[in-house]
C-alpha cells in the first residue's frame, strides 16, 4: 500500500491539535477538505484511526502508533528542508572548531588555512581544550566539531579518522637516556615523567604504554601547558613525550635532544568528531572534505615512503 504522504500530514496536524479548524489553519485548505483527507486516508490504510466521543476524537492505538512515527517524519523533513536551504545560500557563516591544544600548533594550521583559501566567508572560531572536555562543548553543541584523540565515544558522537599522531621522548642533552643510544620504553622505570593533564588523549596514550610494559617512573608531573612541560625537561632531569613538530625549535638549537626507543615512537590515532544526530551544516561538510583529502594525501606520503 502506498501511503499517501499529503493525507498523512493531514492525519498528523489533526492529531496533533485535536482541532479540524487548526489543521486546516496549518495547511491552509478548508476544514471540509481537512475531513476529507482525514477519510481518504483512514480508507487508504483500511483500519480505524480514531473514533468520535461526544464533542471529542479519540485516537485508536494504530492510530496513535501513526501520530508517533508522523512527528518523527516531519521532523526529519523539516531537518531536510533546512539543510537544503542552507546549501543554496552563498558559503558562508561560522565554523565552530575544537582542538586540542597539541592538534592545535601541528594538525590545525595547514587545515584550516586550506580551507579558509577555498571558503574564504566562512568565518573559523579555534578553541582549545583537552580532548574530554571538548567532547562535553560537543555534546553541549558548543562546537560544530572537535578534533580529538581517538577514544571510546559515546552513541551521540560520529568519528571521522584524520591523522596518526607520534610522539617523540625528550630530555635535555645532559640527561643520562640522552648520552645512550636507542632506550628502551622500559628504561624509563624510576625516571621523572611530565605528561599532558587528565583528560588528554595523549596522556592516556602514554600511560596505557608504559603500562603495557610495566613502567613505573619515580614521579608524574600533569600540565596543561606545553611551555611548562618544556621549561620543566629543560631545567630539570626530567622527560616527556611531545610531537616532534612541537619542539622543533628546541631541538634544533640543541635545547632537547630527541631519545630513540627500541619499541618505537608512542602513536595513536586522532579523529574529527561530529554530533551523530545533528544534521550535517554546509561549513562542517566542506571542512570533512578537506580533511579527508588531506588524511589521503598523507597516507600516499607514507607508501611512498616507504
Not at 478548508?30 to 482525514?38: M, T
Not at 580529538?148 to 607520534?166: L, Q
Amino acid at each position: 500500500m502506498a501511503i499517501n504522504l499529503k493525507h498523512l500530514e493531514t492525519f498528523y496536524h489533526f492529531c496533533q491539535f485535536h482541532s479540524m479548524t487548526r489543521a486546516a489553519e496549518i495547511t491552509n485548505v478548508s476544514q471540509s477538505a481537512i475531513s476529507q483527507q482525514i477519510q481518504l486516508f483512514q480508507e487508504e490504510c483500511a483500519v480505524k484511526l480514531f473514533y468520535r466521543e461526544g464533542n471529542q476524537y479519540k485516537l485508536t492505538d494504530v492510530g496513535e502508533s501513526i501520530f508517533l512515527l508522523g512527528k518523527v517524519i516531519f521532523a526529519r523533513l523539516g531537518q531536510i528542508e533546512s539543510l537544503l536551504d542552507e546549501a543554496r545560500r552563498p558559503s558562508s557563516g561560522v565554523l565552530r572548531i575544537g582542538t586540542t591544544k597539541d592538534y592545535a600548533v601541528t594538525l590545525m594550521p595547514e587545515l584550516v588555512s586550506k580551507f579558509q583559501d577555498q571558503f574564504p566567508q566562512i568565518l573559523v572560531k579555534l578553541n582549545e581544550g583537552n580532548s574530554f572536555d571538548l567532547l562535553a562543548r560537543l555534546r553541549n553543541r558548543k562546537e560544530d566539531l572537535v578534533v580529538v584523540a581517538r577514544t571510546n565515544y559515546d552513541s551521540c558522537f560520529k568519528a571521522f579518522p584524520f591523522a596518526i599522531v607520534e610522539l617523540v621522548l625528550v630530555a635535555r642533552p645532559d640527561h643520562p637516556l640522552s648520552q645512550r643510544g636507542p632506550v628502551s620504553i622500559k628504561d624509563l622505570s624510576g625516571e621523572l615523567l611530565i605528561i599532558r593533564e587528565q583528560g588528554s588523549g595523549s596522556r592516556d596514550a602514554i600511560l596505557k604504554k608504559l603500562g603495557e610494559y610495566d613502567v613505573k617512573p619515580s614521579a608524574i608531573i600533569e600540565s596543561g601547558s606545553l611551555s611548562f612541560i618544556l621549561a620543566y625537561v629543560e631545567r630539570r632531569m626530567g622527560v616527556s613525550f611531545v610531537m616532534a613538530n612541537e619542539v622543533a625549535e628546541e631541538l634544533s638549537k640543541g635545547v632537547l635532544k630527541k631519545i630513540d626507543l627500541v619499541e618505537g615512537n608512542i602513536r595513536f590515532p586522532a579523529d574529527i568528531v561530529v554530533l551523530r544526530e545533528k544534521p550535517m551544516m554546509a561549513p562542517v561538510r566542506k571542512f570533512l572534505r578537506i580533511a579527508i583529502r588531506k588524511r589521503e594525501e598523507n597516507s600516499l606520503d607514507e607508501i611512498v615512503k616507504q
